[in-house]
């Protein structure tokens, strides 16, 4: 082989390294970080971001390889991120008093304030036909203390009646508390607007009120995030919640691809999921902010519900380091 031979070997060997250099900056440059979400319920619509985010490929815009878990309430949630097993966790305001409690997570953006996302339900051929009809009557709820209980009393207050106005029954998950809406033990149960609004297309039930009025100043859900993850990987927690509230955004601006995404991952008919949209959209936070007034009934709603004894202050429960959220 000539000297003009050799010089060309070894310029197309060059070049081949280059280019193999340049291919595995490449795969390393676009490889996607892997982020573990857990919700706290699986059918709640507020948290439908989430997937909206994956089937619309937002989250990858922001290098992210999102998977969602669906969990059993905030406690378990708490518990994941906790052991680790989740990195980011979909949750209640009132979980936020878990951080309190000596969980290893804050809140890192409000998703929700008022709690739209519970209604009054009532049976198809109830003869109550507003919520002044419940004075003195039954409503179940989901648990002693829980939200739906004392919005149920922030009702009974708000309407004049007392705290006892109303007489709540604690009957857990929501399949025991409809079947005694359909046997006529309860006048009415608190739950989600997506099940209101399946249970009126079967014709069983209709939604008499949404219970964000009794409740205007509140943060009924919120992100959650590990305390190490916030301290050493704050870019990961940056680029999540813009990722996060671009689908809040994109869900805004497109209301069929959104409910296209809800009757896949919530199980919803088209037609429930197109009522819940209109239902809740507007409820969506923008950008993730605290509300300070809404924090200060939270921390009072932690007392009234027996969950702390005291108030704790703001930085137990939430930072603002990465809010107002700009996508």
Known sequence: MNARANVAVINLSRVLLAVALAATMTVKAFAADEVKVGKAQGFIWDFVPADVGIAYGIFAKYGLDVKITALAGDGTVQQALTADSIDFGLGSGPGMAFAA?????????????????????????????????????????????????????????????????????????????????????????????????????????????????????????????????????????????????????????????????????????????????????????????FDPKAVQVLKQSFVDMGILKTEPPDSELYTTQFVPVTP
Not at 151 to 169: N, P, V
Not at 177 to 203: C, H, S
């Open 101 to 289: 409690k000596g969980s290893p997570a804050l809140a890192v953006a409000a998703i929700e304030g008022a709690p739209r996302d519970l209604c009054i339900v009532v049976a198809a051929d109830s003869p109550i036909k507003s919520v002044a009809d419940l004075k003195g009557k039954i409503v179940t709820v989901s648990t002693p203390n829980s939200l739906s209980d004392w919005l149920a009393k922030r009702l009974s207050i708000t309407e004049g009646w007392g705290l006892d106005g109303i007489r709540r029954l604690p009957l857990g998950a929501a399949a025991g508390r409809i079947a005694a809406l359909r046997t006529k033990q309860t006048a009415a149960d608190i739950t989600g607007p997506e099940a209101g609004f399946v249970l009126e297309e079967k014709q069983e039930a209709k939604i008499l009120a949404p219970m964000d009025r009794y409740a205007p100043d509140f943060i009924t859900h919120v992100v959650f995030a590990r305390k190490d993850l916030i301290a050493k990987n704050p870019d990961l927690v940056r680029r999540f919640l813009k990722g996060y509230f671009a689908s809040i955004a994109y869900m805004k601006a497109h209301k069929e691809k959104t409910d296209a995404v809800a009757v896949s991952a919530l199980r919803e008919t088209p037609t429930s999921a197109s009522k819940t949209y209109d239902y809740l959209i507007s409820a969506l936070s923008n950008d993730g902010t």
